[in-house]
């Protein structure tokens, strides 16, 4: 395989935008853009496979056209029947919504006439029940690729292949080429591991005599050793993560970004706005790393642009067994606090239990005197400042130290929501009784 970089490709991806909103002459450019997601239904898509749902959704969105879903379930034997539904599921809780639904079990009759088609041109010849297609040797196959430019092959390194099994199911090369000829696909987006079948499907589309697609292959995103990623690096389903707390706008600007970039260095792009920056030309040739903080660091973002009420109602969700109101008072102070609704607990357990306390600095029966001053305290955040203030410097002790040991004791954690307010969502009496309990 030979892959050089076409200079001419910057053009051709000119003449694409230029589509948009403005009929260009010629038969190629006049066709109206039509991707398809093509997942087989063997497991649950895992987030490499929803980025390439997302880059065909981009891409359709941004040139007004058609984004389609095509179950390609033609493999009997690897079917994994809830697949389907978590398919569609991981779409759906990224707002990625799909204009056309097709399932290649429910086309076997089309793939029999097209074969009848190559039997007629004596292309296709029977094998122990199957067909195979007849290759010519000594042809060379290339196409130029939107990402990688010009990839070509030869047609002696391909054996005659099977396009219908004996099942009489067809196998993915051939159902893939009369689907997206029959579907009318404008841009094939799959993962680079397929660039090895197209020139079998440029073979199919010959023997047809039809226009392929423009292929946009893209490079597999890597873990942090630039191996494949595993599982345990962040192969994991959008479902898995939604249920870890990542929220869907952060999962979908994430994804944006492992092979695409924006013209500036803006990070933060909703799905319309990426939808609107979204272009072909920007897509990297390079494979991109998972890079987990980066996922925690846009979720946090969106986090905080999340409105209050839906942080609350998310918390609430996650956290049914405490107190809604409470949660409803402490969501404005850890907003910009936590990367995942799930830290939740980690900052704001001890509003809800009686932690262990961490040790004091100041010593015990300092505390037992603020314990004592709160009680005339007017229980509100800006009050207790006051006392706090007031007591370290009567009293002649480090607010500092006077802090971190009300906080110790308190919250039995070193980094709290903001003091002052915390204490006042605690109440007076259970601040007190805490000290209390501590100093006896
Ligand atoms: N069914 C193939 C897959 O599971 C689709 C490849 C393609 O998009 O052509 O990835």
Redesign the pocket.
Known sequence: MSKVIDPKRSRVIETLSLSKGRRTTGPERSRRIRVRY???PTGIPHIGNIRTALFNYLFAKNQNGDFLLRI?DTDQNRLIPESVEKIKESLELLGLKWDEEEHQSKRLEIYKKHLDILKGKDLAYEDDGAWRFKVEKGKTLQWDDVVHGQVKFSSDVIEDFIIIKSDGFPT?HFA?VVDDHDMQISH?F?GDE?ISSTPKHLLIYQAFGWEPPKFVHLPPILGADHKKLSKREGAKSVIEYIEEGYLPEAIVNFLAFLGWSPKDDREIFSLEELTREFSLDRINKNSPIFNLEKLNWFNSQWLRRLPQKELSKKIKKAFPRYDPKIVGKLTPLIQKRITNVNDFPKLCNFFFEVPKPLDSVVEKGVLSKVAENFVKVSWNAEEIKNSIEDFAQSQKVDKKDLIVSIRNIVAGRPVTPPLYESLEILGKDETIARLKKYVS
């Open positions: 093509a997942p087989s390609e993915y893939s094939v799959r397929w």
